[in-house]
């Protein structure tokens, strides 16, 4: 089993930059997809980016293409997410996901992952 645990989040203020981390534990990460989530209160769980299976490609959502990029390091079984030019809309708890089977057509639903973080809370102040 892969343990994940989230950390980098805080308070910023509208246009300011967080990295968030996720440490794996228990298994390499290099062959599973790896994902960020996000859910902010009374909303659904929103896919904001990540890579496929091995890491062969990386995805986004529309709303943070440009300004969030996710990257990986297999040695260290670590998973970033690097958020830059940061909105209140990007208020939120945000999770790191992992699974070794999911494919392509499935990597923004959030029931295919099957290993998910506790959740770090990123609030952007206007």
């Known amino acids: 089993q892969v343990q994940l645990v989230e950390s980098g989040g805080g308070l910023v203020q509208a246009g300011g930059s967080l990295r968030l981390s996720c440490a794996a534990s228990g298994r390499s990460i290099s062959p599973y997809a790896m994902a960020w989530f996000r859910q902010s209160p009374g909303k659904e769980r929103e896919y904001v980016g990540g890579?496929?299976?091995?890491?062969?490609?990386?995805y986004y959502a529309d709303s943070v293409k440009g300004r969030f990029t996710v990257s990986r390091d297999n040695a260290k079984n670590s998973f970033f997410l690097q958020m830059n030019s940061l909105t209140p809309e990007d208020t939120a708890v945000y999770y790191c996901?992992?699974?070794?089977?999911?494919?392509?057509?499935?990597?923004?639903?959030?029931?295919?992952?099957?290993?998910w973080g506790q959740g770090t809370q990123v609030t952007v102040s206007s």
């Open positions: 890579f496929s299976r091995s890491g062969g490609y990386t």
């Open positions: 996901a992992a699974d070794r089977s999911i494919i392509t057509s499935s990597l923004r639903l959030p029931a295919q992952y099957d290993h």
